[in-house]
């Protein structure tokens, strides 16, 4: 029962390079999210995707892309990272419109990659 | 977004309770109260909503004000496990997916 999977766990970038955080989750849940945690803070939506095949931008959403694949996958990416973007990135995932009224108000979350930009 | 207040840090000694405090004084008729609690190095987890009336469930009790304007998460007997970021968040009924995370607070339990 794997829940929300995210990959990789820990990545080191350079200045300007890019690359892609996978998220996956088997819940068959319509709605998946990134999140951003920067150190002592909470976390920080980047992106959300409503639905398979709708995506959104949250608070924070300069500087990053998503692809919601298919119902399953949603990825992040960063084309050209920068310093600033170092930080802790959460995928999570719910079904806000379906079952009862405390599985919509579930968001489960992944463990996390977390990403150096020197 | 309705925003909420919470103290940046607590402590409990083990086996005692504990009531976490959050205010939400712009809160709208529609809005969940949520909370979520993050243990080191994970992901944050699901522990608790309620709406109007108080909650309760094998993690912890929920209550919540007459006014709504603020509720308080109980931890009944507090374990070093429960040591962890206690996040209180609304979230309206319908019509957004988004959550707006404060900074939580720290909740340290003593031995």
């Known amino acids: 029962n794997a829940g929300v999977t995210q990959t990789p766990k820990f990545q080191v970038l350079k200045?300007?390079?890019?690359?892609?955080?996978q998220c996956a989750q088997d819940m068959n849940h319509n709605s998946m999210y990134w999140y951003r945690q920067d150190p002592g803070m909470g976390l920080r939506l980047i992106y959300y995707s409503a639905s398979e095949g709708t995506t959104d931008k949250g608070e924070v959403p300069n500087g990053y892309n998503v692809s919601r694949l298919n119902k399953r996958?949603?990825?992040?990416?960063?084309?050209s990272a920068a310093p600033s973007q170092t930080s802790v990135y959460f995928c999570a995932s719910s079904d806000p419109t379906?079952?009862?009224?405390r599985a919509k108000n579930i968001q489960y979350?992944?463990?996390g990659t977390r990403l150096s930009v020197l | 977004d309705a925003k909420t207040t919470q103290p940046n840090s607590m402590e409990s000694n083990e086996e005692e309770p504990v009531h976490l405090p959050c205010n939400h004084s712009t809160i709208s008729g529609t809005d969940y109260i949520h909370w979520y609690r993050q243990l080191p190095s994970q992901g944050p987890e699901y522990v608790i909503h309620g709406l109007t009336s108080n909650v309760n469930n094998r993690m912890?009790?929920?209550?919540?004000a007459e006014d709504r304007k603020s509720s308080t998460l109980i931890l009944h007997r507090a374990t070093l496990r429960d040591?962890?970021?206690?996040?209180?968040?609304l979230r309206p009924t319908s019509g957004t997916y988004k959550y707006i995370f404060g900074t939580g607070t720290r909740l340290k339990v003593l031995a």
């Open chain 2, 83 to 89: 040591a962890a970021v206690y996040y209180c968040i």
């Open chain 1, 73 to 79: 996958e949603f990825s992040l990416r960063l084309e």
């Open chain 1, 15 to 21: 200045t300007g390079q890019s690359m892609t955080l």
């Open chain 1, 98 to 101: 379906s079952g009862g009224a």
């Open chain 2, 60 to 64: 912890a009790s929920l209550a919540i």
């Open chain 1, 109 to 111: 979350f992944g463990a």
